[in-house]
């Protein structure tokens, strides 16, 4: 298998794992199934438990890798995405995490000295153009701390995102950063402990999550990241909203709109574009 379609498969796989994780998230604290700090802490844990045995089973017995900072970035990640989707619906968290990801993926690439061509200029204004029609009336959300959690949760995703991209052992790296947030995910517990509230639905798709979404996918994502420009793996995580909105279409029963349809086409097109080689 060639590098670039290692790439392009690996890239698919995290994408698949990112939207899931919203699709799960707001499935168990929309119906109350889970407090947000068990979900986060299950979540983690579960993560941290599945990477560590890939990582035994493949012959590395020990996860190595990963920073604290990483770590912390990871936790912060976790922990206000699930207290936002307490307060927001799944559409419009998709769309305000993965702005946020791309915003801050970009700045920092220009920061850096990348200069996106003009196709690839054209490229994310259309996904941003998309975005933007995604979210017109009807997708959006007046809980302005759900959406400000959310932001938080987008930088910090950014911030991994961004580490992760110099990684050697992207599997190993993963597991590492997932264990160094044990000791965060302690000191969330004991500040939760009055407000748990945990049941075998919420507990499974909080493992659902964690192990598959989370573990599995961050571990794709951490291994395409060397081939992907800042640039381009900001553009290519605006493609994560739609592939939310359809899941939630076909799992969850919502309503197929027009809007949606055009919007999803924008953004696709508009991805396809921002990330053309010259």
């Known amino acids: 298998m060639s590098r670039d379609t290692r790439t392009i498969l690996f890239t698919v796989l995290a994408l698949v794992g990112f939207a899931s994780n919203s699709l799960l998230c707001r499935r168990a604290l929309g119906l109350a199934l889970v407090d947000p700090a068990s979900f986060t802490s299950v979540r983690l844990l579960s993560g941290a438990a599945a990477l560590a045995l890939i990582v035994a089973l493949r012959g590395t017995f020990r996860p190595a890798g990963g920073s604290w900072l990483s770590a912390l970035a990871l936790f912060v990640y976790a922990a206000a995405f699930s207290a936002s989707y307490v307060r927001i619906g799944a559409s419009v968290g998709a769309l305000v995490l993965f702005a946020t990801v791309q915003a801050t993926m970009l700045a920092w690439g220009l920061v850096r000295g990348e200069r996106p061509r003009p196709i690839q200029w054209l490229g994310i204004g259309l996904a941003l153009g998309g975005l933007a029609l995604l979210s017109l009336p009807g997708a959006h959300s007046s809980d302005s701390w759900g959406v400000l959690l959310m932001v938080a949760a987008g930088i910090a995703w950014g911030v991994y995102s961004l580490r992760g991209r110099g990684a050697q052992d992207p599997l190993a790296t993963t597991a590492a950063n997932f264990i160094r947030t044990l000791p965060m ?14 049941s075998t639905a919420g507990t499974g798709l909080a493992v659902t999550s964690g ?3 989370s573990g599995v996918g961050y571990s794709f994502w951490y291994a395409a990241l060397p081939s ?8 290519v995580q605006l493609s994560v909203p739609v592939l939310a909105a359809v899941g939630a279409i076909l799992l969850l029963g919502e309503t197929l709109a027009p809007r949606l349809v055009i919007a999803g086409m924008a953004i696709l097109v ?3 574009l921002a990330i053309q080689r010259r």
């Open 270 to 272: 508009g991805v396809w």
């Open 228 to 235: 992907l420009t800042a640039t381009r793996a900001a553009a």
């Open 185 to 198: 995910i302690a000191a969330l517990s004991l500040l939760s402990v009055s407000s748990i509230h945990l």
């Open 211 to 213: 192990a598959l979404a």
